[in-house]
């Protein structure tokens, strides 16, 4: 039988991950969700954010749908997030933004960069290191490419007229894409920010190191209305973890308004990975239907909750399946 495990986290991942793991039950009853407390709060009451059990259930699971963490304030328990990436082997995180002209996926690096974690802060300086490998270059690329040889094109993002570290990521990025006859072009990360928002149409499969691709999808975020539409799928050799671009927005959760569309679509995000294009399709219709209906939640301008957006979309889902 297909296991998922589905973790809330911490904040509005408390409110719009039972919205998504809702729709799945409708789509898939006959898939068993196990539920994991992981994150801030627990590790609050607990002392503990993740342990090695929570690892090895995980690990044991055909998926993870993930809500968010919120990061301790002070730095005072290791990122959750970055942990479970290490220990996973989640090294692509695959941002697709389709609406408002936009038609395009981020395809950012997730496990090297200025995110992996080689830090010194000392008295009066402060250092992270930003390490590009060939082997994880090499495999990100792949991973881009074989989304751009079922689409149009790809586009590596970079800073390769300041960075060496840059001039090798997209060295050995153009050389994977010769390899796979993928057609590719190249741009500045910043001039790429500019562009993608003036003529997002240009854009297909974007392939950006960590920290870029963070900033990128934000940026892309802004065709499709914000931070509270985008999903994400973070992939590696083995497991695969779906989760909204969003964090634990602190400054909206408790009141029942957040916006469940990317987490919705992260679960639908799901659905395809496993093998059910069907019920994925008919996910994202449910939340178009919605949507267009103009049923929506503060972040897009409308009055609905969390709750009323999420039981539309479960009635809207009802009468298709
Ligand atoms: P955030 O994404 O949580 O919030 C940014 C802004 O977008 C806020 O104004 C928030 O209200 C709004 N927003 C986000 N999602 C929304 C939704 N679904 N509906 C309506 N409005 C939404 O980013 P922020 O504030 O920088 O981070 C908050 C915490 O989340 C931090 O502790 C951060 O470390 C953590 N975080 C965790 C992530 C994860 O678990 N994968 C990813 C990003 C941040
Ligand atoms: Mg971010």
Redesign the pocket.
Known sequence: MTRIAVVE?D??GKE?IPVAARALSVLRPDWEQVRLELGFERWRRTGTALDDRDLELLRSVDAVLFG????APNGEYPSV?LALRRALGLFANIRPIRGGGADLVVVRENSEGLYAGRERVEADRACTERVITRTGTERIARTACRLAAGRRHLTIGHKANVLAADRFFLEIARGVAAGEGVAVDDAFIDALCLDVLRRPERYDVILVENMFGDILSDVAAFHVG???LLPSANLGDRYALF??????????AGRG????T?ALLSAAMLLEHLGDPRAAHLLRSSVETVLFRGER?P?LGGTATTMEFGDAVLVSLQKMV
Do not use: M
């Open positions: 986290g904040g509005i719009v968010a963490v919120q990061s997030v914000g931070l509270g989760e909204p671009v969003h964090g634990s927005a602190p400054d909206i308004i957040a916006n469940p990317a939640t972040d």
